[in-house]
């Protein structure tokens, strides 16, 4: 301990005699790794090596800047990041429509996220997050029939429709929160729950840049490494809480090295084979009893905070459109894809075509769902677990009491 303790204080007066003259830092571009001797079959694995600037981090060493993945990974990754943009567009037009109503919060920009942490985790890992949820629900195992029928309101939606886009939820998937930062503790709780049952499974815990601040956060970061929780705390930087830029918000903008006392691994959020790498890392040391993480994901949405935010007004146009052109996760890995000759541009075209096609058809079967019938029976259900239910109910006034 008193070695460690030691190294901690000399780290800062090491960096600064060694500083290189441009120093690196995680950047953000897709499209930077390499890989060779990809193999003819699409399940043998190869070696991937990722770009020097995948990863910073603090007390703890980087994860292996290698990784192994199959062709067949790499085409689904492509498949699920195109699925879930499409997704989120078609969101965009529904509420647009005004067929949906309420909050709404896209995630385009940041696919790389859910899905590269989905594709380091299993189905027994735990995952749970803010608003901006559509695509974790959908990484998760939600189909996208389900999330839009959620959106629409409908009986069939993934939360029957009671939930709507903050609140969506699927096994092992703990939501869709909409109070910002309150996801966290829970995290932690979740994590707990996995040490009591010995189970050999980590929780996923995600907030963003802006409710990096709030005091629970903090609180949960502490009961994490007093009892060695397996939980791997991320902070996805979009660089914006609502219109307030992270360095107007944060005292400090290295969100992962904000646990302190905690390890934290910075790793380039754009790049979905970055992110799966460093999730699978983190995994492996969580549950090998080592206890929490920090991370901090670097990415950028797109669209404003949520769909009454134009998102315009406190960026410019051109800092978007810099990051579309020039980091934007799914052209990242298309790029990879081709260069290392993966498949083909037009195995490609039709990989995108039939994501492109699934989506339209699951919305219009979501479309389809039929608008629940306005009574009393169907707004009380569902508030338990069926079969829990207490004998009555209180609506808003005391007439409006619904007796189970
Ligand atoms: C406790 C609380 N305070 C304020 C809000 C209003 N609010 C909703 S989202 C948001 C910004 C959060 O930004 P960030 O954590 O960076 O997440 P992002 O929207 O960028 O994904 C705020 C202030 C809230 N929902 N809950
Ligand atoms: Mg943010």
Redesign the pocket.
């Known amino acids: 301990m008193l070695f460690r303790a030691a190294v901690r204080q000399s780290a800062p007066l090491r960096r600064q005699a060694l500083t290189p003259l441009a120093r690196r830092s995680v950047t953000t571009d897709a499209a930077s790794s390499h890989a060779e001797n990809v193999p003819q079959e699409d399940d043998k694995p190869f070696t991937v090596r990722l770009s020097d600037e995948s990863f910073e981090t603090y007390e703890i060493d980087p994860p292996p800047y290698t990784l192994e993945i199959t062709k067949k990974e790499l085409k689904q990754m492509y498949y699920d990041m195109v699925s879930m943009r499409r997704m989120e567009m078609a969101a965009d037009r529904l509420y647009k429509e005004k067929k949906i109503r309420g909050f709404c ?1 896209l995630s385009t920009g940041q696919e790389a996220v859910a899905t590269g942490i989905e594709h380091a985790i299993t189905r027994d890992d735990k995952v749970i997050t ?3 949820c559509h695509g974790f629900a959908m990484m998760r195992g939600g189909t996208v029939r389900s999330i839009i029928g959620e959106l629409l309101g409908r009986r069939e939606g993934i939360a029957y429709g009671k939930g709507g886009s903050m609140h969506m939820f699927a096994p092992n998937f703990y939501g869709g929160n ?5 996801q966290v503790p829970v995290g932690a709780g979740l994590a707990f729950a996995q040490q009591y049952n010995e189970e050999p499974t980590t929780s996923i815990v995600l ?6 601040n ?1 005091g629970q956060v903090f609180e949960a970061f502490n009961m994490a490494k007093l009892w060695s929780l397996p939980v791997l705390f991320g902070c ?1 930087n ?1 660089k ?3 219109g307030t830029s992270a360095a107007r918000s944060s005292a400090l903008t290295e969100y992962y090295k904000r646990g302190q006392y905690i390890p934290g691994i910075k790793v380039n959020g754009m790049d979905v084979l970055a992110t799966k790498a460093a999730v699978k890392y983190g995994k492996d040391w969580a549950v090998a009893g080592n206890g929490p993480l920090v991370y901090e994901y670097v990415t950028y ?1 797109y669209g404003g ?1 949520s769909m009454s935010d134009p998102g315009t007004t406190y960026r410019s146009r051109e800092e978007i459109q810099r990051m579309r052109s020039t980091n934007d996760p799914i052209a990242g890995l298309k790029q990879k894809i081709l260069d290392w000759n993966v498949c083909s541009e037009d195995e490609l075209k039709s990989l995108d075509k039939a994501a492109r096609a699934h989506v339209d058809e699951e919305v219009a079967i979501a479309e389809k769902m039929p608008v629940p019938e306005n009574t009393s029976r169907i707004l009380f259900e569902d508030i338990y677990v069926r079969g829990s239910e207490p004998k009555w109910m209180r609506g808003r006034t005391v007439d409006e009491t619904f007796y189970y």
């Open positions: 919060h803010a608003y901006r909409g109070i910002v930062g309150a907030y963003g840049d802006g409710a990096s709030q996805e979009n914006y809480g609502m949405r905070h």
